[in-house]
């Protein structure tokens, strides 16, 4: 058991290091541990056995919510963005997860589908206020205060989302620790029974629904200053599929994994970009469903054994 | 005060980090570009023509020695994956130092999110097709270079050709893709009708998807609105599509089509004969310019040869951008008295350049706006095949507002004695 | 006001007669196997390119231009065979028994293999083969044009209806599957070959997708992206509807159509957002669909 934090540190420090080794890695890493925050968000509710398949919505939202502050408002301070961001799309997890938390199963799965097609629907179409399918721009941002160059704020931009990583990371270990987080997976396992024993199923899940879209949330701000442009095709449905995907790529057991699948990806598309580009879904699909057949507790399972994790009780599953 | 104690050492880094680039550079083993036009999807089939021309262009390019004696070679991107992949290949490649120039892009939409990171990146970069001209508006970009012109001069000429061409219209109906492009392609049409003619009246203004497979009910709306005069600048699939679906459902007997990307279809499509088409600018590669100049013909039979087609404006368009650019090299080299010009010196030597391209003359403006010469001729079907007769030459200088103008405010000033002085249909054979 | 609210009438059919194919397959599927098909928009557009590349080929190789009829019906029937069968005897029913989030994703896979797989077969650029389209010729109604293959589609849309209807409620093989859908377990101890019944009611789905892109080629064009676009029209229809509701898919193709129509006619700016803001307003009032019911609770 020892092994293991070892391992997450030497993981973290070797993220740190790598755009030293190999400087074009530094903005391909800081997307992957962006869309990482929004996998882990849809890790958290896969604990409790429900499919968010409009997940992408709340990283637009993020996204979107940084781009309007940034560029119509005009506060454009990373600092504030990044906070402001996350509210935004907590409060829109909170005012989508009141409604949409009731349901279960598939229906859970196809409203949240639905939701997330209005959204995208909607910020392709308002062309005044989204700019429409062209999206949305943002300068580079300062940083308390602090103007930047490009470079300068993007190598900073790295290593602040690896500390969050880390940060929210944590926290997120001792929720899932706490009895809220703890009667996740008993919504899994036994919903009827959790309720006998006086929790509210509703109330558990909505608190895991807005957690779950102000990663999201996270996400999509540090997406949005990295990438310096926001647009529709965040919200599209195969977005939030690929964020699924992601998610159980990595596994879904622990903090890391979403994040492992996120890396694994993003530095395989990489790669892929150039060899392979007109096969790139059909790779991530082949895995994907190898994934699910050979390695249930996806990526972070193989490290997890290599550090000679075996006690894989109360762990929830797909 | 701790903030200048911070930044200082920063600004001597970015001092000395600009220094370092601006100094001059050794000769490479070769000039390596990233290209970026669609490949894939319903847009293909205007983006393929703009790749093909780039390819007869390096290979032209590379016959006569390459860029100052550097050989050309290029990486193409596909804007079909949309603008974050985009966005993502555009660093990947900028970053890469082995890249020296870029081609990006096809689309409004990409330019607009490019040029920002062109500038972050120091990344020389002409946009070789988009038009919008909210590209420039606000906007001082040190290193994005677009020498196609923009919409403002485009879409006042159609408007100004049809009015001229049909002197009675009163109804005029808009179908244009949903984005930059056709929104503003839209606004600078009905602020052309407004000044020049103001009794025109338009019936219905529709923005389907780009990339749309159908466009059924659409033609319904349109045809139920009795337009004289249907107005688009959709383009590649879409605009084959839409012909394609229209024309059997009597839409063009009854309404006269402008399409302002028409010649690009000519040769894919049926385009109704009479329909006003155009290359947006002047790149039409058998116009009277173009065949004065003398570039366009050996383009077009080595084009014809490697594809068995005849070069499209898309084409045409490419490959003044590589000869723009090309032009930039040398005037840069010749500037500086280098062997090999820094990001920094090829995107100063682009600033208020002037070069002769394939099919006309482009000056760059102080905003990197290129100022071209705008064509738009009528459909007619010569020696079986359909061509642009008719023709009107509009001058470039002309139909842009002076710089610092809100374009719309100064499109709505002109009058009906602007629409008087221009060159007439037919004017220009 | 009538002569304008004609054509409204006949666009909006002619929109539902498309959207209705494709959404009744994956309503179908999902009743009898309760599994929601996520590739079920890639066998549509493989279906379409199919069936392109056929009535292509047709024209080019000189032969009667009316065999393009059958050879849409072929070209959907040739695709729901070679791939039915096959997505439902491996990946399919590997998932049986598994929890949701398992089954979307296996076929979330499926999806991005196909899209790929189409690009391979049948390149990235947009195809068009419309010779069904030009032999109907056109008929004008309420003072538009509209091609009489429009029309038509519309007539088939409705057979097909009634057919499936009929196959339900008549057919031997209907009845079993109505069994499989009223009780699982109960039709299974009354020896009834489930397995067989599932792979029935998915290839049937996948011919009513095929059938679905098939019968659109003529009037539209055919290129990557097409899958995911119906994807999520096919999804909203037959969310509208009630999954699992034949009858609800019929019903909710018109109604999504009508909001599509009347929006592209008096508010363009929100032609693409209609079909949704409906989907929206229905799901708020009715989560489980105008036809369908909520499943009991797990305990």
């Not at chain 2, 590209?135 to 677009?146: E, S």
């Not at chain 3, 009634?162 to 009354?190: C, H, N, P, Y």
Request: with cysteine; hydrophobic share 55%.
């Amino acid at each position: 058991m020892r092994a293991l934090p070892l391992i997450l540190a030497a993981g973290l420090a070797l993220l740190a290091l790598a755009p030293l080794a190999a400087p074009y890695l530094q903005f391909v890493l800081t997307v992957a541990v962006a869309k990482g925050f929004a996998a882990l968000g849809v890790a958290l509710l896969l604990r409790a056995g429900l499919i968010s398949l409009g997940h992408a919505m709340f990283f637009a939202v993020g996204a979107y919510a940084a781009a309007f502050l940034a560029q119509a408002v005009g506060i454009n301070d990373f600092l504030l963005l990044l906070p402001f961001a996350v509210a935004v799309s907590a409060l829109a997890g909170l005012l989508v997860g009141a409604f949409l938390v009731r349901y279960r199963a598939i229906f859970f799965a196809m409203l949240n589908l639905a939701v997330s097609m209005v959204a995208y629907a909607l910020a392709s179409k308002l062309y005044s206020i989204t700019g429409g399918t062209d999206g949305l721009r943002i300068d580079v941002p300062t940083l308390m205060g602090m103007s930047l160059e490009k470079a300068q704020f993007d190598q900073a931009l790295y290593y602040i989302s690896l500390v969050l990583l880390a940060v929210v990371g944590w926290l997120v270990h001792r929720y899932l620790k706490s009895p809220l987080g703890q009667a996740l997976a008993a919504v899994h396992t036994n919903e009827v029974r959790l309720e006998y024993l006086g929790v509210s199923a509703w109330s558990t899940l909505l608190a895991a629904y807005t957690i779950s879209a102000a990663l999201a949330g996270i996400g999509g701000a540090i997406a949005a200053v990295a990438i310096g442009h926001v647009l529709p095709e965040y919200a599209f449905w195969t977005e939030s599929g690929h964020l699924v995907l992601t998610a159980v790529l990595g596994g879904i057991a622990g903090i890391a994994g979403p994040f492992v699948g996120s890396i694994f990806l993003e530095l395989i598309h990489t790669v892929a970009v150039g060899y392979a580009a007109e096969a790139w879904n059909l790779i991530v699909g082949v895995a994907l469903l190898a994934v699910i057949f050979f390695l249930p507790r996806g990526l972070f399972g193989l490290i997890e054994s290599a550090a000679g994790v075996k006690d894989h009780r109360g762990e929830t599953e797909l | 005060m701790r903030k200048t104690s911070f930044m200082r050492p920063i600004a001597a880094a970015a001092a000395l980090l600009a220094a370092g680039a601006a100094a001059a550079e050794d000769k490479p083993e070769s000039l390596n570009l990233g290209v970026f036009t669609f490949m894939s999807g319903g847009p293909a089939a205007y983006g393929m023509p703009g790749r093909q021309g780039a390819e007869v262009m390096i290979d032209m390019i590379n016959a006569e020695g390459g860029v100052a004696g550097v050989p050309v070679s290029a990486t193409y991107v596909d804007e079909a994956q949309g603008a974050e992949g985009v966005i993502s290949e555009y660093r990947r490649l900028s970053e890469d130092p082995a890249y020296g120039f870029m081609i990006a892009a096809l689309s409004s939409g990409n330019c607009l999110a490019l040029a920002p990171i062109a500038d972050q990146l120091n990344m020389p970069t002409i946009g070789w097709n988009c038009d919008t001209h909210q590209l420039y508006l606000g906007n001082d970009y040190q290193f994005f270079y677009r020498p196609n012109g923009n919409t403002i001069a485009e879409f006042m000429a159609y408007a100004l050709y049809f009015l001229d061409k049909n002197p009675d219209v009163s109804r005029v109906a808009i179908i244009n893709p949903d984005y930059s492009f056709g929104h503003d392609a839209a606004e600078i049409v009905k602020a052309t009708l407004k000044a020049v003619k103001p009794e025109v009246e338009i019936v219905a203004e529709l923005f389907p998807k780009l990339g749309s497979s159908t466009f059924q009910t659409e033609i319904s709306r349109l045809s139920a609105a009795r337009p004289d005069v249907i107005f688009s600048n959709m383009w590649g699939g879409d605009l084959e599509n839409f012909i394609r679906q229209a024309a059997p459902r009597g839409l063009f007997r009854t309404s006269v089509g402008v399409f302002a990307l028409g010649e690009s279809a000519l040769q894919s499509v049926d385009v109704p004969e009479g329909s006003i088409v155009g290359v947006l600018g002047d790149g039409y590669w058998m116009s009277p310019d173009a065949q004065e100049i003398g570039l366009a013909a050996p383009f077009a039979e080595a084009y014809r040869a490697k594809f068995d087609a005849d070069p499209v404006f898309p084409s045409v368009k490419m490959a003044n951008a590589f000869l723009v650019m090309k032009a930039a090299y040398e005037k840069a080299i010749a500037d500086n008295n280098v062997e090999w010009p820094s990001k920094e010196q090829l995107a100063a030597a682009m600033e208020g350049m002037s070069t002769t391209t394939m099919t006309g003359e482009m000056t760059f403006r102080e905003d990197n706006d290129g100022v071209v010469d705008q064509l738009v001729g009528t459909v007619a079907k010569v020696d079986g095949k359909l061509v642009m007769t008719d023709m009107a030459r509009y001058d470039g200088e002309t139909m842009l507002p002076p710089l610092g103008e809100d374009p719309i405010a100064w499109i709505g000033s002109l009058t009906p004695e602007f629409l008087a002085a221009m060159p007439k249909p037919g004017s220009y054979e | 006001m009538l002569q304008t609210l004609i054509p409204l009438f006949v666009d909006a059919l002619a929109n539902a007669a498309l959207i209705f194919f494709v959404a009744v397959g994956l309503t179908l599927v999902f009743s009898v196997l309760r599994i929601l098909n996520v590739a079920h928009g890639s066998l549509y557009s493989i279906g379409a390119y199919v069936a392109a590349s056929v009535g292509l080929w047709i024209v080019a190789a000189g032969l009667p231009a009316w065999l393009t009829f059958p050879a849409l019906v072929l070209s959907a029937a040739f695709t729901a065979l070679l791939f039915g069968p096959v997505i439902e005897r491996t990946l399919i029913r590997w998932t049986y028994g598994k929890s949701e989030a398992v089954q979307v994703l296996v076929t979330f896979g499926l999806f991005l293999i196909l899209e790929d797989l189409q690009r391979m077969v049948f390149g990235v650029q947009s195809i068009y083969a419309d010779t069904p389209m030009a032999l109907l010729g056109i008929s004008e109604i309420g003072g538009i044009v509209y091609l009489n293959y429009q029309l038509a589609l519309i007539g088939l849309a409705v057979a097909v209806l009634i057919g499936l209807r009929l196959f339900i409620r008549r057919s031997r093989t209907g009845k079993l599957l109505a069994a499989v859908v009223a009780d699982r377990e109960v039709s299974q101890a009354m020896g009834i070959d489930t397995n067989k019944m599932f792979m029935i009611a998915f290839t049937l789905g996948v011919l009513l997708a095929a059938l679905g892109g098939a019968m659109a080629t003529p009037t539209t064009g055919v290129a990557p992206g097409l899958g995911a676009d119906t994807m999520v029209l096919a999804f909203a229809v037959a969310a509208i509807g009630g999954l699992g509701q034949v009858e609800g898919a019929a019903v909710a193709s018109v109604i999504v159509a009508v909001a599509k129509v009347l929006a592209i006619y008096y508010a363009p700016a929100l032609d693409a957002v209609a079909p949704y803001l409906v989907m929206l307003a229905v799901l708020l009032v009715r989560p489980y669909g105008l036809f369908g019911a909520g499943a009991t609770r797990r305990i």
